[in-house]
């Protein structure tokens, strides 16, 4: 009968992508200088010391510890002032004998035979040497040898999205190159014979294809890269040439609209005319809103069906569309991080789809009062209601065994990338 659909929990439909798709990740190496935001495939082992020779602490002298037993301000010890104090990074040649001292800047690598520092404000210079007014211990002022890293440290798990501390380590360990997954391409596929790619287009009947300006931004805060490609009119052979062309450049394709619970219903009909290319097809999946989107896999790669409706088409990204490019980055059928909030608000799923599991967007903000320091308000809106998102910055997945929250609950509240931020 028209208009009427089976649903598939949001459980199962996991479950049968991730059967569908089998174990996948692929690897590449990055250059350091283009690492940020990339996912480590290996372990990184450190080859050698940091630092790789004593260093000093402060701008000063290296010295014998043992020649300055015994130094004060009445009585200091001259030491003969050694030439050939190295640059910053430069080994030191030759070897400091007793008696000798050679000027360190910070940072700095220590000669052989030196095994401590005294500081510019305890020495003072002299003709050919410097007075020390102040004993020394072994080791004072020196940053040792394989301090920070030694050799043969993992200093990176796999796994790891590097951000930029981890990007100074790797090139101060003077790592060039790393081994990190593949950035799945993803392609957006625009449908619908109503829409334009001008946002200045105000004829009659046109309406600005404006979603995928935030689904590029989700995908690439995911760790995917992102394109556009051209919209594609509501008619079955142009949308099953583009599908098929996505399909043979992309590792994932988003189609975006074409999807209702009528029939017929274009983008199925199209990926079920693949034949036995299409090894999987979930069409309907229980959750609120955005019940009409599913996916597919086609030729062993997959294609999310999303909603045309704002809201709809942000959930299917939340619950299909973001798991699935972290799981193409060797990360498992990951979600967005989560905070601890207090709910200011209650809230209850109502409507005919109430039992299905429910999105609920938050307003989140800071509040010393609370006891995470979090509060998090609900509301609900239409699903074409753009406005209605950029009042919120979190959202809520809730079973639809209890879709209800009471003020003062703790919810966890999801934030995410390219769609949250906390003022």
């Known amino acids: 009968m028209q208009g009427e659909r089976r649903y598939t929990s949001l459980e199962d439909a996991l479950l049968a992508l991730a059967r569908a798709l089998g174990p996948r ?190 689904l590029e931004q989700l995908v690439e805060e995911a760790g995917g890269r992102a394109s556009t490609l051209p919209i594609v009119p509501d008619e079955r052979r142009a949308l099953a040439r583009a599908l098929g062309g996505a399909l043979k450049s992309n590792d994932v394709v988003f189609t975006l609209a074409g999807s209702s619970v009528g029939e017929p219903d274009l983008v199925e009909s199209v990926i079920r005319g693949f034949g036995r290319a299409t090894t999987a097809l979930v069409h309907g999946i229980k959750v609120n809103r955005g019940r009409v989107m599913g996916f597919a896999v086609v030729s062993g790669r997959p294609v999310v069906i999303l909603p045309g409706p704002i809201q709809g088409a942000l959930n299917a990204f939340i619950v299909l569309g973001y798991p699935l490019i972290r799981y193409h980055l060797g990360m498992g059928w990951e979600q967005p991080p989560a905070v601890a909030a207090t709910m200011g608000a209650d ?58 929250l009471a003020k003062g609950d703790r919810v966890q509240a999801r934030l995410l990338p390219g769609f949250s931020r906390l003022e």
């Open 25 to 214: 990740s692929s690897s590449e190496s990055v250059d350091v200088r283009e690492g940020y935001g990339r996912v480590l495939s290996r372990d990184v082992v450190a080859r050698e010391d940091s630092p790789r020779r004593d260093s000093s602490h402060f701008d000063g002298f290296a010295v014998v510890s043992a020649d300055t037993l015994g130094a004060t301000g009445d009585s200091p010890t001259t030491l003969t002032l050694k030439r050939g104090a190295g640059s910053l990074g430069a080994l030191p040649k030759g070897r400091l004998a007793r008696g000798e001292a050679v000027k360190v800047l910070t940072g700095g690598f220590l000669p052989a035979g030196a095994d401590a520092v005294v500081p510019l404000e305890d020495v003072s210079a002299q003709a050919g040497g410097v007075e020390v007014s102040r004993p020394v211990q072994a080791g004072e002022h020196v940053f040792p040898a394989g301090a920070d890293v030694k050799k043969g440290e993992r200093i990176l798990q796999a796994g790891r999205t590097l951000m930029g501390q981890d990007l100074v380590l790797l090139a101060s360990l003077r790592f060039e190159r790393f081994v990190a997954f593949k950035r799945p391409r993803v392609a957006i596929l625009p449908t619908g014979s109503e829409l334009t790619a001008d946002v200045g287009d105000k004829r009659p009947g046109k309406v600005v294809e404006s979603h995928s300006l935030m």
């Open 347 to 404: 809230w209850d799923a109502t409507g005919k789809f109430k039992d299905f599991d429910q999105i609920v967007y938050l307003r989140l903000t800071k509040d010393p009062a609370s006891p995470d320091g979090l509060v998090a308000v609900p509301s609900s809106g239409e699903t074409e209601k753009v406005s209605f998102l950029v009042s919120k910055n979190a959202y809520a997945l809730l079973s639809g065994n209890n879709p209800r």
